[in-house]
């Protein structure tokens, strides 16, 4: 039985009969509704703006597309909660690659110069779910305000040069001196 997954938030879906070896570009913008959807996927504060530039074609290796998301958001500060404002402009390159030709068990080679994947169901790209991977990508992990450190020493919290290994050798110094 195979899952069924809900729809994406954010869908530009280009036909494959769409796609030839001449480049096409694509302007995306998402809409308020998807980008507030999209803040609850990726768990924002806030999600003011998201578009791609998306240049896409086929080649012997595949659908390739390349381009650059930008973005305005907000997180939360993993210290204090406090929101922390940023601007994402990304480049990315990508292959798609249709679902029936993935093996989950082979072995792949890749290097640094290797493209990230995607799949298609064979019918068409989204490119709208392009952008918004690449977006979960680059967000900061862990989004730090301006008063994070402020707030752990206030709470007791040491940092790693107090607590480290090396902190127990410079109290040894001390020590002896």
Avoid at 52 to 72: C, H, K, V
Avoid at 115 to 123: I, K, L, N
Wanted: proline share 6%; with cysteine.
């Amino acid at each position: 039985m195979t899952a069924v997954l809900p729809p994406p938030e954010f869908s530009h879906v280009v036909p494959l009969s769409d796609i030839g070896s001449r480049i096409v570009h694509h302007s995306l913008a998402a809409s308020e509704s998807e980008r507030a959807a999209l803040a609850r996927r990726f768990g924002l504060l806030s999600l003011d703006a998201l578009g791609g530039e998306i240049d896409l074609a086929s080649d012997d290796s595949g659908i390739i597309a390349r381009g650059t998301i930008t973005a305005s958001l907000s997180q939360a500060c993993v210290i204090s909660g406090a929101a922390v404002p940023a601007s994402i402009d990304e480049p990315f390159e990508v292959r798609f690659v249709a679902e029936t030709d993935y093996e989950p068990d082979a072995e792949i080679e890749l290097d640094a110069n290797d493209c990230d994947v995607m799949f298609h169901d064979g019918r068409g790209v989204d490119l709208g779910e392009l952008v918004a991977q690449t977006l979960g990508l680059a967000i900061d992990p862990y989004p730090r305000s301006p008063d994070a450190e402020a707030v752990l020493e206030k709470a007791g919290v040491k940092d790693e040069a107090e607590v480290g290994p090396f902190a127990a050798l410079a109290a040894l110094r001390k020590d002896s001196a």
